[in-house]
């Protein structure tokens, strides 16, 4: 209240400065803010707040300001390029457009996402948010660890696809459960084990790495309803879990053993495992989702000695998959390694996975795809613009820990900003196969005059288009 009056207040004095520019003495001003409300106490004394060093934020005259900022903020052509607000806090200012903030405006998130405050001049119509920073989602601390969520009510777009962060401690348990949907991991960190069964009764268990001594790291997919459970080893692990409903938190998606058996009368409970009631006198009457283990688990690499004989085998196909036993797909730019059920991971029959790997100033070219993009930026920064369609575009910033959604057939590219580190990410699709479209191939294999019609480029120009498909471009 007392900042908005005070703002009133201070708009004669700004107008002022405005329009003859002649400085008022801190005397002057704290007499006239005196004046109007003996309760307001002089903000701001100019000459002392500039003599200790303190940048003036509202009293600076703003076309002053404003001049700087444009200075800052791009340098022409102004070709949509992001701006660049290095040494100066960022200002809602592109070119002659805009003008700099009078009220304080959260910075630290400014610099995070300079698209959003001095959008591209293609920037256009109105995109809704698609970007989520898993720093702001709530954590729910446990005793062995904690998770964090991206769903819908976070990225509402995502409605195929839900993510979240989960923390292990060393040897601690995601205790044993099962979804209505199918589970995806990307190892971030750490070592851990999974085991699980499946509906004929045949087993599983793996050890599971994160990226380790340059190596990329393990996936795993249970398919909807298989039960099962994850322990960390001696390391600790981390988890990029992805799960295919966006509205992960609904009821009736994740069911965990212990609620199910705190939440049937103990009698059923124990004529079912053929036991008196008082075996199960001692069960957690909540479930606990993480938990400390009591006893550590055989080492890394030593899951056989924990498999309990299965007169029914194993499952037909594993699920685990060693992204760094795959060769990678490489483009001038960079390398991409893609898991799907028909080409490389029979069991990931709803979600098909790109892990990509991108250079310095490379990019992720033009594309689009036949299902919703879920993207996680694994490290590095990026920046991307998502087109809807109808003249219709918004532009994004990226970094580690950020998830993001490209709608089913919205065209977007993923640049690297950084010129000395890379950019790695993972796409994400409720898909059983990977598919994109690549811009340029398609402008390469269409009839030259179509396109020199329709782009007014040489057909020398379109000769250097790839025919095949390049995925990451330098
Ligand atoms: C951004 O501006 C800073 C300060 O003027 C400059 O040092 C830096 O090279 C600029 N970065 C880019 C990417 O233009
Ligand atoms: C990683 O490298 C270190 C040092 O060479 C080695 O001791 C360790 O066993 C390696 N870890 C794995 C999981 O390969
Ligand atoms: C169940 O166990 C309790 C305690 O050991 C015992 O007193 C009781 O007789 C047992 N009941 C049955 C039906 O075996
Ligand atoms: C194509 O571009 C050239 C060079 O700018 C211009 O002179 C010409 O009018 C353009 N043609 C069409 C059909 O827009």
Do not use: C
């Not at 000459?47 to 005259?61: D, F, I």
């Not at 040494?87 to 304080?104: D, I």
């Not at 059923?268 to 036991?275: C, E, T």
């Amino acid at each position: 209240m007392v900042r908005i009056r005070v703002l009133t207040l201070l708009l004669p004095i700004l107008s002022a400065l405005l329009s003859d520019a002649s400085p008022l003495a801190d005397g002057q001003l704290s007499d006239f803010l005196k004046r109007q409300d003996p309760q307001v106490k002089p903000l701001l004394h100019l000459a002392s707040r500039e003599a200790a060093g303190v940048k003036p934020r509202h009293l600076r005259p703003v076309w002053e300001k404003a001049k700087r900022a444009r200075r800052d903020s791009i340098t022409p052509p102004d070709v949509g390029q992001e701006a660049n607000f290095t040494g100066s806090t960022p200002e809602p200012v592109r070119g002659a457009n805009g003008a700099p903030f009078l009220s304080p405006s959260n910075t630290g998130i400014d610099e995070e996402n300079p698209d959003n405050v001095a959008p591209p001049t293609t920037d256009a119509g109105v995109v809704p948010n698609l970007k989520w920073s898993m720093a702001q989602s709530h954590t729910r601390l446990l005793k062995g660890g904690w998770v964090r969520e991206t769903v819908i009510t976070d990225l509402p777009p995502s409605k195929d696809i839900a993510g979240a962060e989960i923390r292990l401690a060393p040897n601690a348990y995601r205790e044993l459960h099962w979804h209505r949907i199918a589970e995806w991991g990307y190892i971030l960190g750490g070592t851990g084990r999974i085991a699980a069964v499946d509906s004929t009764g045949k087993s599983y268990i793996s050890d599971i790495k994160g990226p380790i001594n340059g190596t990329d790291g393990d996936v795993y997919y249970f398919p909807p309803g298989v039960p099962h459970s994850i322990q960390a080893l001696d390391d600790g692990l981390e988890i990029l879990l992805i799960f295919t409903d966006g509205n992960f938190d609904a009821l009736g998606t994740t069911f965990m053993l212990s609620d199910w058996l705190a939440h049937t009368p103990l009698d059923i409970v124990a004529q079912n495992f053929g036991v008196n009631t008082s075996v199960f006198n001692n069960i957690p009457k909540t479930d606990p989702y993480i938990l400390e283990s009591t006893a550590p688990p055989p080492q890394l690499g030593e899951a056989s000695q924990q498999a309990i004989p299965d007169p029914q085998g194993e499952v037909p196909n594993p699920y685990v998959f060693h992204l760094s036993t795959q060769k990678k797909t490489t483009g001038p730019g960079g390398w991409v390694k893609i898991q799907d059920s028909v080409t490389n991971f029979p069991v990931s029959t709803e979600l098909a996975s790109a892990f990509v790997y991108v250079e310095p100033n490379g990019m992720r070219e033009l594309h689009w795809h036949t299902a919703d993009e879920w993207l996680y930026i694994i490290s590095g920064k990026g920046r991307a613009t998502a087109f809807a369609g109808s003249a219709t575009s918004r532009t994004f910033d990226f970094e580690a820990g950020d998830t993001g959604v490209f709608p089913v057939s919205y065209g977007h590219y993923v640049k690297n900003l950084s010129p000395t580190e890379p950019l790695i990410f993972l796409e994400l699709f409720k898909a059983p196969q990977f598919a994109d479209f690549s811009a340029t191939q398609w402008l390469a294999l269409t009839p030259r005059q179509v396109v020199i019609d329709l782009l007014n480029i040489s057909s020398e120009v379109i000769d250097t288009f790839a025919t095949t498909k390049q995925i990451v471009v330098s």
